[in-house]
Structures are given as structure tokens and as C-alpha cells.
């Protein structure tokens, strides 16, 4: 039987909103680790932004890294090119400067050109 935590996750990374609202109604730490050790946030599906909103709503660490690579959701964003998530963790208090991942990276170091373009333009990168 999967935990709380994990239904949470697993909702979370498919982009259930629906799933993951109920759950987070009724009480759901959207901070807790699932079985694996990662939060809802650093599972979620990241061209979700709807997501990221609500699991940071309902009080979500934005900048939680992952135990094992250093990454945070940033850099999980910028990574995979989800400019509109990325804006989404930054506005709630992630940085794109930090944290360094265990590769000597930080969020801005993975953006493209145009992603930087859009971060000028939300003002971002001052």
C-alpha cells in the first residue's frame, strides 16, 4: 500500500491536479519525502505549472535539493526548458543563482538563450 507521501508524489509527477489538490485539502504534507526520498515538488511533472502553484500554496519548499545530485527544482526546470515553471519557483523564493548541484552548476548555468531572454524580460535577473 503506497503512503500518503507517495500518492502525493505519484500525483504530482503525473500532473494530477485534481489528486493532488484533494490530498493536499485534506491534510497532505506536500513536504513530506516519498518512498524514494524526494518531495512532491521535485517529482512533479515541470511543464505543470499549475503544480508548482498549488503544492507551493499549500507551503512547499521551492528550493528543497535532491539528497543525492544537489539539484533543486530550479535547476530541474531550466534544465528541461519549462521557462514558466521556473518563473513560478523563483517568484516563490527559489534562486536561479543557487544552490550549486553537485556538479558545480546552478539553475542559470542551465537556461538557453531563450530562456534567459524571458528571464530578462519578468525582470528575473536583476
Same mark, same amino acid.
Request: with cysteine; aromatic share 4%.
Given at each position: ?26 491534510? *497532505?504534507?506536500?513536504? =513530506? ?5 524526494? @518531495?512532491? +515538488?521535485?517529482?512533479?511533472?515541470? &511543464? ?25 527544482? *530550479?535547476?530541474?526546470? =531550466? ?5 514558466? @515553471?521556473? +518563473?513560478?519557483?523563483?517568484?516563490? &523564493? ?33
Amino acid at each position: 500500500m503506497a503512503t500518503p507521501a507517495d500518492q502525493l508524489a505519484n500525483a504530482a509527477a503525473r500532473g494530477d491536479l485534481q489528486l493532488a489538490s484533494e490530498m493536499l485539502e485534506g491534510g *497532505a504534507d506536500p513536504n =513530506a519525502p516519498n518512498s524514494l526520498g524526494r @518531495t512532491p +515538488i521535485q517529482v512533479m511533472m515541470m &511543464g505543470c505549472t499549475k503544480m508548482a502553484e498549488l503544492l507551493i500554496s499549500y507551503g512547499a519548499y521551492p528550493s528543497i535539493q535532491d539528497p543525492d545530485t544537489g539539484t533543486s527544482p *530550479a535547476h530541474d526546470a =531550466a534544465r528541461e526548458g519549462f521557462v514558466d @515553471t521556473l +518563473i513560478v519557483l523563483c517568484k516563490a &523564493g527559489a534562486s536561479i543563482t543557487e544552490p550549486l548541484d553537485k556538479y558545480g552548476k546552478r539553475p542559470i548555468d542551465l537556461v538557453t538563450e531563450q530562456m534567459m531572454e524571458v528571464l530578462r524580460q519578468e525582470q528575473m535577473l536583476d
